[in-house]
């Protein structure tokens, strides 16, 4: 089975991004084993001299190799996403890179009507800088408005049609996972051809 991460992308203590990741590990429990993983207690980041990360940020860079693909849910401050979210990517950029050609979905959740639409057109921009490179699925967009009143006692989403819109991009990530990764593997076989070719000696 896929074996895929997902990243809170907040340090509230009380997020629906975090309760949208934990539906989605439940709901979709039968096609993927999803692990939420959270940053909330990660160090700002610093540039260190020496390029080493952190062993909280490392754990998670970790987590990103290991993974088939990754879903970042995040919410919108101030038309962009959270502090701790851009300074989490800039410390994985910096250090290890493991978001270079690993499949991403973003998906987000907002008190207000626009389900973090802004935050996450920001996002794609910053996965697309060359030093964090992922590989994002494109034309898709998961906005979880007025999430406040979208989840019952239980942490299910109460809304129908979003619960199949929900699926419906879910089910092209795992088919974009699969695609992705054998795409990239390919790539990099031919590049080891390449580089030990005996033409080129």
Avoid: C
Avoid at 82 to 103: F, G, H
């Amino acid at each position: 089975m896929m074996n895929l991460l997902g990243i809170v992308g907040t340090n509230s203590d009380h997020s629906t991004n975090r309760l949208l990741l934990q539906f989605i590990r439940k709901h979709f429990a039968d096609q993927a084993n999803i692990e939420v993983f959270e940053i909330k207690n990660l160090p700002a980041f610093n540039k260190p001299k020496d390029r080493e990360a952190p062993e909280e940020v490392q754990q998670l860079a970790d987590k990103i190799l290991e993974a088939d693909g990754v879903i970042i849910s995040t919410p919108e401050y101030n038309h962009s996403v959270p502090a701790i979210l851009k300074s989490t990517l800039e410390w994985l950029s910096y250090t290890t890179q493991p978001l270079i050609d690993k499949p991403v979905m973003i998906t987000g959740a907002s008190y207000g009507k626009l389900g973090s639409s802004r935050a996450q057109a920001h996002l794609r921009q910053i996965l697309d800088a060359p030093e964090l490179k992922a590989r994002i699925m494109p034309s898709s967009e998961f906005l979880l408005g007025y999430s406040l009143q979208a989840f019952d006692e239980d942490g299910h989403l109460k809304d129908v049609n979003k619960i199949e819109e929900l699926e419906g991009i879910f089910n092209d990530f795992i088919q974009f996972v699969e695609i992705t990764n054998q795409l990239v593997k390919k790539n990099h076989s031919q590049k080891r051809v390449q580089k030990f070719s005996w033409e080129d000696n």
